[in-house]
Each structure stands twice: as C-alpha cells, then as structure tokens.
C-alpha cells in the first residue's frame, strides 16, 4: 500500500478524534463557558449540521480544482476550525467554531476516499478505502480516550490544540505524500450532479440510512445500557468502548479486504451480521463479560459496512464519484439521527435500556433487506453485466502480464 494512504489515515485519525472527543468532555467544556450540560449538547449537533452542508457545497464548489490542493485545504480548514474551538471566548463562538470544524468532515472523506481507490490497483480499492478510514477507528482506541483524558486533566481547551497539531501534520503528510491527482475529465457540479439519476446509488445510499442507523440507535444509549443493565461503573465504561473500537478497527480491515473479493455478498453479510450481534446484544447486555464480547462484535460487524457501501457507492457513481461518495459521510449522519430517535422513542415509551439494541437489530435487518434488493436489481442490470465482463477481461490481462 502506498505512503499517500497513511497520510489520509493520519488526518481521518484527527477527524475521528474531533469529532467524538467533544462528546466524552462536554461537562468541562459547560462548567468552562457557564452553561448547562444539555445546552452543551448542542455542540454536537453543530458539528453534525457543518458535515451535512459542508459535504455537497465543498465538494461541488472544488470539483474542478485538482484533488490534492483540495485535500489539502480540506485538511486545512479543518484544523483552522479546531484552532478557533480552542480560542472560542463565549458558547455561541464555539458553536459556530463547531459549525466550521464540521464542514470538511463529508468533503474530505468523500474525495480521500475517491483518491485511495485511485491510488491502487482496481482490484485492490476496497482495501485502499479501509486503510483510509482505519485513522477514523484508530482514533476510537487511542485518540479519543487520550485526548478525553488529557482534557480532563489540562482542561478542555489543551485536547482541540492537540488535534491542531494532527491536524497539521495531516496537512503536511497528504502535501508530501500525496500525488498529483487531477480532476475527472469533465468534473463539474451538472456531472457531479447526473450521478444521482442513478437508482443504485440511491438504494446504495438507502442501505447506509437505515441499515447503519441501527448501529447509532445501539451506540447513543451504549453507555447508560452497560451502567444499568450490564453492571459496569462510570470508569469502566472507557475501557469498553475502547474495546468497541477495537471490533470497528477489525470491521474495517475485514470489510476492506471482502469487498475486494465479493463487494455485493460482503454489504449483504456485514448488514445481517450487525442485526444479529444487536438482537444478541439484547441478551448478553446483563452479564459484564458477554456485554464486553458483543460490544466488540458489534463495532466489528457495524464498521464491516463502511469501506463496503463506500466503495460501492464510488463503483455506481465512477463518471464523477465525488460527491456521490462525499453524500456516503451525510447519509451516515442521517442514520446517526434516525437511529438516535427511534432509540429515544423506545425509552420513553417505557421500553427499557436494551430496547435500543432491538430497534437498531430491526434496523439493521432493513438495511439487509434493501442491499439484498439492490444486487437484485444490479444482477438484472446491462451495465452491470459490461461492468463484470470488464473486470473479467482485466484480471485475464493481469495474468497474462504475469
């Protein structure tokens, strides 16, 4: 794998750390500004809002521009966002800082995800994504909890300036290691836009909202659903959602590698899997030890679905793939909040703290549905019969190179 694509993995870590590390540090950053913990809370949403806009504008607005002076200054807003959250002197700056940060959240993994499937042989793509977004679940295991830690005990302003600092070392990296990427031959907004005629890609983009709401509708509630039906106290909780990394980390090179074997059975197999780990869940959730082994399962199975439907999404939107795949990283915030809702509709209908996981098994085994419908319909398509002979005859020149 080439050194461009640890690059990406480096800024996809500063993102991942970023964006989850405001979640674990919201009573410091509420007692620091004087505010309530629940109005707090709004600093997340900010940042959901900044990657739901920022993932089509930025990325229509750069669409001719070469790939990697896009990267770059992707990479650079986003650190200049952090930098302001670090500065922010009242609550309502910090919102907006959030807001900004959040912008080239979608842009970034859009385009790096189209440039790491062009940096490596076809065959070769899924696993190329994976690596890429491996910064993303690496960032679950040691920059998280590391820089909730340190916000902890330097208070939370000393966490955004180390994410500064990843993230200008992510600038450098992807301006040094990168290459050259130039746009796709007639790239431009109306292009970017046909893409979305396509009725794969909306099935495609179908498969993300529903099926990986079920991951978030298990994931918003995971940690009052180990306190008071596992059993685990405050402190321990750390320790288990480091473990859920560990399972995300594994999903994602797992996911990599399938999908480059067998793209559509490995979306098919990594949605039934995350259903039936949920449905699992429901049970194991009131022993500490079967908890902490399904929490792994969960976060293995639930990011097997990332570099799957991400590298599907680029294969039906090929002709100008970038904001099709930016429009991945909007859908899996629109799953965030729906499975966070039906969650939330499920307690307070009295239902208890494992009824989340039930909602998100139901969910999940959707989103099976929906990608089991989707090969259907690809198998009966004639672009999809040209595209697999095409492959066909490209592995057959491979082996007659070798």
């Given at each position: 794998?080439?050194?461009?694509?640890?690059?990406?993995?480096?800024?996809?870590?500063?993102?991942?750390?970023?964006?989850?590390?405001?979640?674990?540090?919201?009573?410091?950053?509420?007692?620091?500004?004087?505010?309530?913990?629940?109005?707090?809370?709004?600093?997340?949403?900010?940042?959901?809002?900044?990657?739901?806009?920022?993932?089509?504008?930025?990325?229509?607005?750069?669409?001719?521009?070469?790939?990697?002076?896009?990267?770059?200054?992707?990479?650079?807003?986003?650190?200049?966002?952090?930098?302001?959250?670090?500065?922010?002197?009242?609550?309502?700056?910090?919102?907006?800082?959030?807001?900004?940060?959040?912008?080239?959240?979608?842009?970034?993994?859009?385009?790096?995800?189209?440039?790491?499937?062009?940096?490596?042989?076809?065959?070769?793509?899924?696993?190329?994504?994976?690596?890429?977004?491996?910064?993303?679940?690496?960032?679950?295991?040691?920059?998280?909890?590391?820089?909730?830690?340190?916000?902890?005990?330097?208070g939370w302003r000393a966490a955004m300036l180390v994410v500064v600092v990843i993230g200008l070392l992510g600038a450098l990296a992807v301006a040094r290691l990168v290459p050259q990427?130039?746009?796709?031959?007639?790239?431009?907004?109306?292009?970017?836009?046909?893409?979305?005629?396509?009725?794969?890609?909306?099935?495609?983009?179908?498969?993300?909202?529903?099926?990986?709401?079920?991951?978030?509708?298990?994931?918003?509630?995971?940690?009052?659903?180990?306190?008071?039906?596992?059993?685990?106290?405050?402190?321990?909780?750390?320790?288990?959602?480091?473990?859920?990394?560990?399972?995300?980390?594994?999903?994602?090179?797992?996911?990599?590698?399938?999908?480059?074997?067998?793209?559509?059975?490995?979306?098919?197999?990594?949605?039934?899997?995350?259903?039936?780990?949920?449905?699992?869940?429901?049970?194991?959730?009131?022993?500490?030890?079967?908890?902490?082994?399904?929490?792994?399962?969960?976060?293995?199975?639930?990011?097997?679905?990332?570099?799957?439907?991400?590298?599907?999404?680029?294969?039906?939107?090929?002709?100008?793939?970038?904001?099709?795949?930016?429009?991945?990283?909007?859908?899996?915030?629109?799953?965030?909040?729906?499975?966070?809702?039906?969650?939330?509709?499920?307690?307070?209908?009295?239902?208890?703290?494992?009824?989340?996981?039930?909602?998100?098994?139901?969910?999940?085994?959707?989103?099976?549905?929906?990608?089991?419908?989707?090969?259907?319909?690809?198998?009966?398509?004639?672009?999809?019969?040209?595209?697999?002979?095409?492959?066909?005859?490209?592995?057959?020149?491979?082996?007659?190179?070798?």
């Amino acid at each position: 794998m080439p050194l461009a694509l640890v690059a990406l993995a480096v800024t996809a870590f500063a993102i991942g750390t970023t964006e989850f590390t405001a979640m674990g540090l919201l009573p410091q950053i509420a007692h620091g500004l004087g505010v309530d913990e629940p109005r707090a809370g709004w600093l997340i949403s900010m940042y959901a809002l900044g990657v739901v806009i920022g993932a089509p504008l930025l990325t229509a607005a750069a669409a001719k521009l070469p790939r990697k002076a896009v990267l770059v200054g992707l990479v650079g807003l986003f650190t200049l966002g952090n930098l302001l959250c670090a500065l922010a002197p009242n609550f309502a700056f910090l919102a907006a800082a959030r807001l900004i940060t959040g912008l080239p959240h979608g842009a970034f993994f859009g385009a790096g995800a189209v440039a790491a499937a062009e940096l490596v042989a076809p065959h070769l793509r899924a696993r190329a994504v994976s690596v890429m977004f491996s910064g993303l679940t690496v960032a679950n295991i040691v920059g998280v909890p590391a820089a909730t830690l340190l916000g902890q005990r330097l208070g939370w302003r000393a966490a955004m300036l180390v994410v500064v600092v990843i993230g200008l070392l992510g600038a450098l990296a992807v301006a040094r290691l990168v290459p050259q990427l130039p746009s796709h031959p007639g790239a431009g907004i109306r292009s970017e836009l046909r893409t979305f005629r396509s009725g794969q890609l909306w099935l495609a983009l179908g498969t993300v909202v529903f099926g990986c709401a079920g991951l978030f509708s298990c994931y918003t509630y995971i940690t009052p659903t180990l306190t008071h039906v596992s059993g685990f106290a405050d402190g321990s909780v750390t320790l288990i959602l480091a473990l859920f990394g560990v399972g995300m980390t594994l999903g994602n090179a797992i996911g990599g590698y399938a999908a480059d074997r067998a793209l559509r059975p490995s979306i098919c197999a990594a949605f039934l899997a995350m259903a039936a780990a949920l449905a699992l869940f429901a049970v194991t959730a009131h022993a500490r030890w079967s908890a902490a082994v399904t929490v792994v399962l969960i976060g293995t199975a639930g990011f097997a679905t990332v570099p799957t439907v991400q590298t599907l999404v680029i294969q039906k939107a090929r002709k100008a793939p970038t904001l099709a795949s930016a429009t991945v990283q909007g859908a899996f915030n629109a799953a965030n909040a729906l499975g966070a809702w039906l969650s939330s509709v499920a307690l307070g209908a009295g239902l208890g703290w494992t009824s989340p996981t039930l909602v998100g098994a139901g969910l999940s085994l959707l989103g099976f549905v929906i990608a089991v419908a989707s090969w259907a319909v690809d198998r009966r398509t004639p672009v999809a019969v040209a595209d697999r002979l095409a492959v066909a005859v490209a592995v057959e020149e491979r082996a007659v190179a070798v």
